[in-house]
C-alpha cells in the first residue's frame, strides 16, 4: 500500500515505492498519483540533455551542491531523475553517475533516481512525466531530468521541463553534437562544458553561428491577420534568446554563473506568462496522449478480430480506402457507397 500522506510528508521509502510503482503502471501508484497531483505545479523542473559523455551527470551534481550549500539563503531541496538508455542495473553509466553523485549520498534533501528507458509500460515520457509530479508533490524545489539527447524519446522528455539545459563539449568528433540530434532548438541555456579541453572556442564559436540561425534577428510573425516584422533585439523584453554558458564540471568552474542564468530563465518565465503556457502546454500533451491510449485501448476491446481482419483484408484489395477502413471500424460511415 502507498501512502500518499507519506509522500506528501517527505517519506523517502513511500516516494521511492510509488516510483517503482509508476514505472510498472500500477493501479496502487495512479491512485496515489492522483491524490498527489493536486499538490503539483510548484517545482522548477529542469531538463538536462546532451550526447554521452559531455558531462551531465557531473554537471547536475555540481548544480545540486550549488542549490544544498547556497551562498547566501535556505538550500533548495533538490530530486534527480536519470533517465538513461542502458539498463540502471548493469549499465556503465549510471554506475559512474552513482560514483560522481557520492557527493550528495547521505544528504536528505536531494533524491537521486535512476530510470531504464526501456520496459517503462506507456512510453517513457509519460512514465517520466508521472515520476516527476510524484517528486514535485513530494516537495523538491528543483527536479533536474537528465536524459541522453538522442532522439524524440529525449526530446519528448525535454519538452517536461521549464528550462532546458543542452550540454556541449568540445572535442567529441563533431564540433556541435546538438545539430545533428535537432535539440539544439528547445535549448534555453547551452552549456559549453570541459571548457578546460582544447577546442573550446571553435566549439563556442560553432554554437553562437547554430544560435544566429536559430534565431535571427529578425522576428516575422502574424498579428491581426497581417505580417509584422521586429528586431528581436527590442523584444528581448519578452523573448528569450538562448545564451551560452562555459562550465567545467569536475572543478565547479561556471556553476554559479549557470545557477544565475537558470534563475533569470525562471525570472522571465514568470514575467512572461510562458510559465503558465509551458504548464499548460505539459499538461495538455499528457492529457491528449493518455486521451489517445484510453480510447484506443477502449476501440480494441470494442472490435472483434474478424472485423478488423475482414476491413483490414478490403484495403489491401484496394476495394476501400483507409480512411473508408476508418470509418468502417468505427462505424462512422457507409463506405460501400
Ligand atoms: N576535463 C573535464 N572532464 C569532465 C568535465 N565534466 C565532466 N567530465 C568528465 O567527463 C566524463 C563524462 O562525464 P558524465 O558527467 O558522466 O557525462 P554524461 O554522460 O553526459 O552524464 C567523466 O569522466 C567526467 O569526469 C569537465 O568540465 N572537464
Ligand atoms: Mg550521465
Redesign the pocket.
Known sequence: MISAQSVLEGDRLALSRLLTAIERGSAEGQEALNALFKHTGQAQLIGVT??????????V?QLALHYRHPASGEPLRVAIVAVDPSSPFTGG?VM??RI?MRDLAGDEGVFIRSMASRGSLGGLAPTTASMVQAMDAAGYDIIFI?T?GAGQAEVEIAKLADTTLV?E?PGLGDDVQAIKAGILEIADILVL?????PGVDSAERALKGMLQLGHPVEHVFMHHGKKAQVATHDTVGDLWLPLIQR?????G?GIAELAEAIARHRAYLRESGEWERRDRARLETELIALLGAQLMARWQAATPDEVYNEVLTQLLDRQISPSQAVNALTRQGEYSA
Open positions: 546532451g550526447a554521452p559523455g559531455t558531462g551531465k551527470s557531473s554537471l551534481n553509466a559512474g553517475d560522481r537528465e541522453v550540454v563539449a562544458n570541459k571548457a578546460d579541453r562550465t567545467v564540471s569536475t572543478e568552474q
